[in-house]
């Protein structure tokens, strides 16, 4: 094709293999291909440990940023004719990037004043989606986590929407993009938690209303802050935060969404009284839908295993475990079925419940689910020394016939349950 007024020739390796689009981040995996980073981001998320483009196995998941195609991108875009395009082969010209320079005096404009804060916000937004710079300038900018956090304060009385639900969006995408490079977590708790006593309403309001790609940064952001065990419960007992959160994980079918919010409760949840929170919020039912589905990832699968493990602590966790009528044959299910670290979750569930806690709903709900079989099955596997050990006891309680060879029994493992 010849560039012409109507159509731009975009370089074929300018654009993604997956979605076939102008890359605006690239990052290269340990095959030596190159992704935007949206794109090779969600491929990862949705379970699979393959490149893409040469289906080679990955050996490590790790990518790393091509800053020289990203530069020749850049330069490329800055010298498009200002034409849009009308071919599936085209690219639409893009407006012209900004610089640092330019963000920095956007960024002191919005500290200056609050005219035009949301286009200000706009830009910085586009311009934190750019590279990987830009984020990494944005989070060692001095006092910008600090000006932008503040615009959260805006929300004056805690609930209504004073400045507009938008800004508060803006704010949230922007402290998404800039997490991985903000290496201070524990400032940006004391910056959020505890110097803005409005941040948490303002994060429940656009989980409430924000649009989906807000409402997955908020997960985000709140996970990020909860370093410290105040800083876990003032987020957990926000009144309305965690029912958000759930619905996040059940209202959306984007894997995700879903993962964002399971990761920010995993967190959260350390606190016993977290997880009672949770269990009283129906968490288990929530999970066991979850695991139940046949798509669902790798990534996915082990966060939902890790998370009904957490629950499995507390005496009316287990109780859900055992009284919801698949729970533990679909953990059963899915305990070969995953990864190793799934199944590390899976027999920890499960120990706890049929050995270390005596559950007789819960043993005959494995014995029903050819658990045995699956148990023997591990026993042969090439698994860690202590799911080796825990397999162990529960074969041991699914081939006595009798409560007093049960109470007999003495075993001999080392795992520590985390009460």
Not at 132 to 150: H, Q, S, T, Y
Not at 173 to 196: C, F, V
Not at 389 to 406: E, P, T, W, Y
Request: charged share 20%; proline share 3%; net charge neutral.
């Amino acid at each position: 094709m010849v560039k012409n007024d109507l159509f731009i020739t975009v370089p074929s390796f300018f654009k993604c293999p997956i979605s076939l689009d102008v890359m605006k981040s690239p990052v290269s995996l340990s095959t030596g291909v190159t992704y935007d980073r949206s794109s090779i981001q969600k491929w990862l998320d949705s379970g699979n440990n393959t490149c893409p483009a040469t289906m080679q196995v990955l050996q490590s998941k790790d990518f790393v940023p091509n800053h020289t195609l990203h530069r020749l991108i850049q330069i490329w875009s800055d010298n498009l004719p200002n034409t849009t395009s009308s071919s599936s082969d085209a690219s639409p010209a893009t407006s012209p990037l900004l610089t640092q320079e330019q963000a920095r005096i956007l960024i002191k404009n919005i500290d200056d004043n609050t005219e035009n804060r949301l286009d200000c916000f706009s830009k910085l937004v586009d311009f934190a989606k750019q590279s990987n710079e830009n984020r990494a300038f944005l989070a060692k900018m001095d006092g910008f986590v600090r000006i932008i956090v503040g615009v959260l304060g805006s929300n004056a009385d805690g609930g209504e929407e004073v400045v507009g639900i938008e800004l508060f969006e803006h704010v949230v995408r922007i402290l998404d993009l800039i997490l991985m490079d903000y290496a201070d977590k524990e400032q940006l708790m004391r910056l959020t938690l505890k110097g803005n006593k409005y941040f948490l309403s303002s994060i429940l309001l656009v989980l409430k209303k924000g649009s989906l790609d807000s409402r997955i940064g908020s997960a985000r952001v709140l996970e990020a802050i909860a370093v410290t065990g105040e800083s876990k419960l003032l987020i957990a007992e926000k009144e309305g935060l965690l029912p958000e959160i759930i619905r996040l994980m059940t209202s959306e079918v984007d894997s995700i969404a879903i993962e964002a919010g399971l990761s920010c409760l995993i967190t959260v949840s350390m606190p016993r009284r977290v997880r009672l929170q949770l269990v009283r919020l129906g968490i288990v039912q929530v999970l066991s839908k979850l695991l139940a589905h046949s798509d669902t990832g790798v990534s996915l699968a082990e966060k939902v295993l890790k998370l009904l493990e957490m629950v499995s602590t507390c005496p009316e966790g287990r109780t859900a475990l055992c009284e919801d009528p698949t729970c533990i044959a679909t953990i059963v299910q899915r305990m070969l079925k995953v990864s190793n670290t799934a199944t590390e979750h899976a027999v920890m569930i499960l120990w706890g419940v049929c050995h270390l806690f005596r559950d007789q709903k819960a043993q005959e709900a494995v014995t029903k689910s050819n658990g045995l079989t699956k148990i023997l099955l591990l026993m042969q596997s090439n698994c860690s020394p202590s799911v080796r050990q825990m397999a162990g006891d529960l074969l041991k309680i699914f081939r006595v016939n009798s409560k007093s060879c049960l109470s007999s029994y003495d075993t001999k493992t080392k795992h520590i349950m985390p009460f």
